[in-house]
């Protein structure tokens, strides 16, 4: 573990680090100097925010120009993938009974949530502006990545691609994570420090909603057989959220002063340490149910 630690760039290895930063300098920028905010709410065109858009489309272009196209129908036939249905069918309804549960009596918080979980049960969302933000900040990316595999691999060979082209370009995909995250703080900082307990009351359903999908995936996985490496990885990516396009879709649809906007930057500010604390978990686990000692860390 040593000699791949040490391969890890400064930004990789500390990445943890670096976010809760820009969370605090978002929130700090925000609440001290709310011109910023201000200043950055006009950059928009129609119910798009620039910043915002930018720091997205530049942070998912590298990990989609990494994909090899040719070969993602292979995925399909690995019979495992099934389990990730927990994304599309128990996830968003997990979310909507705990927006329910314990936001009723804030309904645009509990339309925020609901958006979080990607569940269609709000009838004041227009799937018109959904559609299109989706266009903007996922298919852009997208087609971009299509198109640089497409042809520059051809043209510079599979090893420059994948040895030398997608290093270079991975490490903007973290610059603009970190740019996008101060920005999105930024816009709700004052919010976050005037409004304290809607933060406890949005975080309550979000760290249980977390720990549940967590829990449900690893188990799964670990009753059909899965490796623990698998399965921890599955657990994972069941229990996170795109947060980043949830804000881009409430920022659109609601506006980016609105409450169902600060919602979902409250997901941020909570997935990040729970996420931490759940890697804690699998490790744990890891030892209790796949016997892998002291080698799983």
């Known amino acids: 573990m040593e000699s791949k630690s040490s391969k890890l760039s400064i930004l990789d290895r500390y990445l943890t680090l670096w976010i809760f930063i820009a969370m605090f300098f978002g929130i700090l920028l925000g609440w001290g100097a709310p011109g910023i905010s201000k200043g950055l709410s006009s950059l928009s065109v129609g119910t798009t925010s620039i910043p915002i858009a930018i720091g997205l489309i530049v942070m998912m272009y ?11 129908g292979k995925v399909f036939k690995n019979p495992r993938v099934l389990s990730l249905v927990q994304n599309w069918i128990i996830g968003p309804i997990l979310m909507f009974a705990l927006a329910v549960i314990f936001l009723h009596a804030y309904p645009a918080y509990m339309t925020g949530l609901i958006l979080i979980g990607l569940a269609g049960y709000s009838v004041d969302i227009s799937m018109v502006r959904i559609a299109s933000s989706v266009i903007i900040y996922l298919g852009i990316p997208f087609a971009l990545g299509i198109l640089t595999r497409l042809l520059l691999e051809p043209k ?6 994948t040895k030398r082209f997608i290093p270079k370009i991975s490490p903007f995909a973290l610059i603009a994570l970190l740019f996008t995250i101060v920005v ?14 809607d933060v406890i009351r949005i975080a309550i359903p979000l760290v249980i909603y977390f720990a549940v999908m967590f ?10 057989g899965v ?5 921890a990885t ?23 002063e609105s409450k169902e906007a600060f919602t979902a930057v409250i ?25 892998l000692g002291q080698s799983i860390k």
Do not use: C, Q
Not at 62 to 72: D, G, H, Q, T
Not at 215 to 224: D, P, V
Not at 227 to 231: C, E, I, Q
């Open 267 to 291: 997901v941020s500010l909570i997935e990040v340490p729970v996420m931490i604390g759940l890697v804690n978990v699998a490790l744990h686990w890891g030892k209790k149910y796949f016997s």
């Open 62 to 72: 590298p990990p989609l120009a990494k994909v090899n196209y040719r070969e993602i």
């Open 234 to 256: 599955l657990s994972f990516t069941a229990a996170s959220n795109n947060f980043e396009l949830a804000i881009a879709v409430a920022v659109a649809v609601f506006g980016i």
């Open 184 to 197: 999105m703080f930024t816009f709700k900082g004052k919010y976050i420090i005037e409004l304290p307990l």
């Open 156 to 161: 510079m060979g599979t090893e420059w691609y």
């Open 227 to 231: 490796d623990y490496k698998k399965t």
């Open 215 to 224: 829990s449900i995936s690893f188990f799964i996985s670990h009753k059909s």
